[in-house]
């Protein structure tokens, strides 16, 4: 029976340290935190939630029977709990137990395995077994990893004279190394203000552009308006002779524009003096006729 390891502020240690124990031992079960109204729960093998009903403080005694098997975990009135542990009871008295850590094992951590009877702890010829696999049978008494890792997560029993333990699940805790974990914000921040400073710059970029743009089409304005050939076409000059535009369809005698001309003795024409008249089909009739003759 599993309950998944949580994190809390509250705690639950095992006195004794181990997972299995025999029929009639005493052992306590103690929640720890700055919390207030202590209760032990267990969550028993036939699927019944109940209490512990000998609370002591923040304590549960009990004295172990088989009925006493399954998982345990602490509750605050608050609401806080505690990760779970499993209590196994062996019922066999003859038989042997296996002596393994109650709490999750940190990976990179070493951990011990051994083999115990009610009266004395097994130092030779036992077995022990992962997941139903035989991994050790020589004459040692335990079972050592000095390096854990969750490869070694598992079930775990010992065989001792033809006799096994129950099994229990050791469980293995992933955790992330200091390094690691300190130098995870750091790139984030890292990462961040990249990323800000890559936008500033291509908006400084655009709108650089834009008003590079926005100059050169200013620049382009003011030299056409400032060029001769402007000045020439659209300025009025002194020695400039104005003359007529193309004759204008539909009418016999008539014309576009007048401009002045000056004559040979530097005065200017009236526009009746300097006309130019065209006929209907745009060629030339008359030039220079003065005021009062008619055509």
Known sequence: ????????????????????????????????????????????????????????????????????????????????FSSAVNITVQNDGNGPILVSPVHPVTEGASVSLSCSLRTQKILSN????????LIQNDTRGELKISAVSKSDEGFYKCQYSGRESAQSWMSVKVTVSGADSSSSPVWLMVGLVCGVSLIIILLLLL???????YSCFTRSIQSESHSPGSSTNHGVNQD??????????????VYESVTQVKNRNGEHDTPEQSAVYYNEDGTHRYRGVSEGYSF
């Not at 193309?246 to 005698?253: E, K, L, R, V, Y």
């Open 240 to 253: 400039e002779t104005h003359v007529y535009d193309s004759p204008q369809h539909g009418t016999a005698d």
């Open 207 to 213: 709108y650089r552009c834009r008003q590079s743009k």
């Open 126 to 133: 036992v077995f022990f077994y992962h997941n139903d696999k």
């Open 1 to 80: 029976m599993l309950f998944p390891d949580v994190h809390s502020a509250a705690s639950l240690t095992v006195s004794p340290d181990r997972a299995q124990h025999f029929t009639s031992d005493s052992v306590s079960l103690t929640c720890e935190g700055n919390l207030t109204e202590w209760r032990v729960r267990k969550f028993s093998e036939d699927g019944r939630l109940s209490d512990c009903r000998r609370m002591t403080g923040s304590t549960c005694n009990i004295k172990t029977s088989k009925s006493d098997t399954g998982v345990y975990w602490c509750e605050s009135g608050s609401g806080e």
